[in-house]
């Protein structure tokens, strides 16, 4: 068992969700092909992030990347940016902008 995380991630956990879904208890070589074909900017992210997890798998565990199966991925909502934008009569529109925590475990067998 290997864990990585990376946190402060600048997309939101309703956007880093709906990826990590496709992912979930699936054999890494399936999720990096998925992940590589998907493409967007969130995406990539969880795609480096899978790599961290399987260089540690492999170098603690002493894991066959072949092996492993992503048995834990899940997004936290992370601290959310205040930010102000001109509106129209010298008006200001507030808005967030959301990030979030993403962590995947991964493991030789099927949790």
Do not use: C
């Not at 899940?74 to 979030?100: E, H, L, Q, T, V």
């Amino acid at each position: 068992m290997a864990i990585s995380q990376n946190k402060n991630v600048g997309y939101s956990a309703y956007k880093v969700r709906r990826i990590i879904d496709l992912i979930r208890l699936r054999p890494v070589s399936d999720a990096k092909l998925r992940l590589n074909m998907l493409g967007t900017p969130a995406a990539i992210e969880i795609l480096k992030i899978l790599n961290s997890a399987i260089a540690n798998a492999v170098n603690k565990d002493s894991a066959n990347e072949d092996d492993l199966i992503i048995s834990k991925v899940f997004a936290d909502a992370g601290p959310r940016m205040k930010r102000f934008k001109p509106k129209a009569r010298g008006r200001a529109g507030a808005f967030d902008r959301p990030s979030s925590h993403i962590t995947i475990e991964v493991n030789s067998e099927e949790v």
